[in-house]
């Protein structure tokens, strides 16, 4: 399984309650193994284009915008921190307010892709959204998603979305 649809998936179940959602702080010597994994060079130090890597290599659904925030860059070689410092900053994505999307940005994203205004969406929307936009979910990966927490489509090709959604985020 893809790291990206362990996390979706991992997110999912703790919104469910199958897992502990009590937030504690990560394994250190678990995050350094990973940064170990990125340091070419045996320096001890991560380049911190690798930081949002890092934090779904842990199981984290962090976003973007809390890696840049703290301190992921847009190419390598421009930043690095040491292997201590990186625990501190995904210690630090757990806790951040807004660190991963909301149940109503899920519902406003798929209702863009809602043509009748019947919350339905053509499944092959979902499946190029996730496989190929923002942060890529391999097909295989997606195959997977879909069949725990879609409905099947119609004759159509369309689904309704709102119980993917909250089936996703554990309001089901």
Aim: negative net charge; charged residues 30%; aromatic residues 12%.
């Amino acid at each position: 399984m893809g790291s990206h649809f362990g996390s979706y998936l991992q997110f999912a179940k703790v919104k469910r309650g199958k897992k502990s959602p009590k937030f504690k702080m990560v394994d250190a010597e678990a995050v350094k193994k990973i940064c170990d994994i990125y340091d070419w060079d045996g320096k001890g130090e991560l380049d911190l284009f690798f930081l949002g890597d890092v934090m779904y290599a842990l199981g984290m659904n962090t976003t973007k915008k809390v890696c840049v925030g703290l301190g992921q860059t847009d190419e390598e070689g421009k930043k690095f921190a040491k292997f201590d410092d990186i625990v501190e900053k995904v210690n630090a994505a757990k806790v951040a307010p807004d660190s991963s999307g909301t149940y109503h940005d899920y519902v406003e994203l798929l209702k863009l892709y809602d043509k009748n205004n019947n919350g339905t969406m053509m499944l092959a929307e979902l499946e190029n959204i996730l496989a190929n936009l923002g942060d890529e979910i391999p097909k295989e990966d997606v195959q997977k998603l879909f069949a725990e927490l879609c409905d099947p489509e119609d004759e159509d090709g369309f689904f309704p979305y709102m119980p993917f959604v909250d089936r996703l985020t554990g309001k089901a």
